[in-house]
């Protein structure tokens, strides 16, 4: 950040009084410019035990496979987010039944929520960041090409979940690993 968004001037990186992190601060108007986390919103929709997936038309990841999912818009739920996301990507209802996933990814400031949802119809296609959707029971994912950490850990505990016949809410974090 260079500039305040409330006056156009210059902003510097310093600890405000009463803080401990360094945040941006305008040198004209005071203005604290806070930083936080962006939420990622998804689902896992489910029809008749098996999972939706969406193959990637956009970086990162182009070409693998993931879950609908993407950034929460302002003035939505979660769950709206989720049901918004999958008629973008793989142009399906979806109604959600719970949360499943939450994996907190702080090397990159984000936050993944993931829900079980159920389809509402056997009716799926691809969208604007698709490539191709599939229906996949767990034996057929393409598990060497799922996109990212956070959807392969709800997708395992999904269907370890699922073979259970009890779903739960589970909790991670997604630690990048850095070589020594």
């Known amino acids: 950040?260079?500039?305040?968004?409330?006056?156009?001037?210059?902003?510097?990186?310093?600890?405000?009084?009463?803080?401990?992190?360094?945040?941006?601060?305008?040198?004209?108007?005071?203005?604290i410019h806070y930083q936080n986390p962006k939420l990622v919103v998804g689902c896992i929709p489910e029809w008749d035990g098996k999972v939706?997936?969406?193959?990637?038309?956009?970086?990162?990841?182009?070409?693998?496979?993931?879950?609908?999912?993407?950034?929460?818009?302002?003035?939505?739920?979660?769950e709206q987010a989720a049901m918004r996301e999958t008629a973008e990507?793989?142009?399906a209802e979806v109604d959600i039944l719970a949360p499943l996933a939450l994996v907190s990814v702080p090397h990159i400031s984000q936050v993944h929520l993931l829900f079980h949802g159920r389809l509402r119809r056997e009716q799926f296609g691809v969208g604007a960041e698709t490539l191709e959707t599939a229906l996949f029971n767990q034996s057929?994912?393409?598990?060497?090409?799922?996109?990212?950490?956070?959807?392969?850990?709800?997708?395992?505990?999904?269907?370890?979940?699922?073979?259970?016949?009890?779903?739960?809410?589970?909790?991670?974090?997604?630690?990048?690993?850095?070589?020594?």
């Open 140 to 180: 057929v994912i393409p598990w060497e090409g799922i996109a990212f950490p956070s959807v392969r850990y709800a997708l395992e505990r999904f269907f370890e979940d699922q073979r259970r016949g009890q779903y739960g809410f589970h909790v991670t974090t997604w630690r990048k690993i850095t070589a020594p």
């Open 1 to 31: 950040m260079k500039y305040c968004s409330e006056c156009g001037h210059q902003v510097v990186l310093k600890v405000p009084p009463d803080d401990h992190l360094p945040r941006y601060m305008c040198v004209s108007c005071g203005t």
């Open 52 to 78: 939706l997936l969406c193959r990637r038309a956009i970086d990162p990841r182009k070409g693998c496979w993931t879950l609908p999912a993407g950034f929460m818009e302002n003035n939505e739920t979660t």
């Open 89 to 91: 990507e793989a142009l």
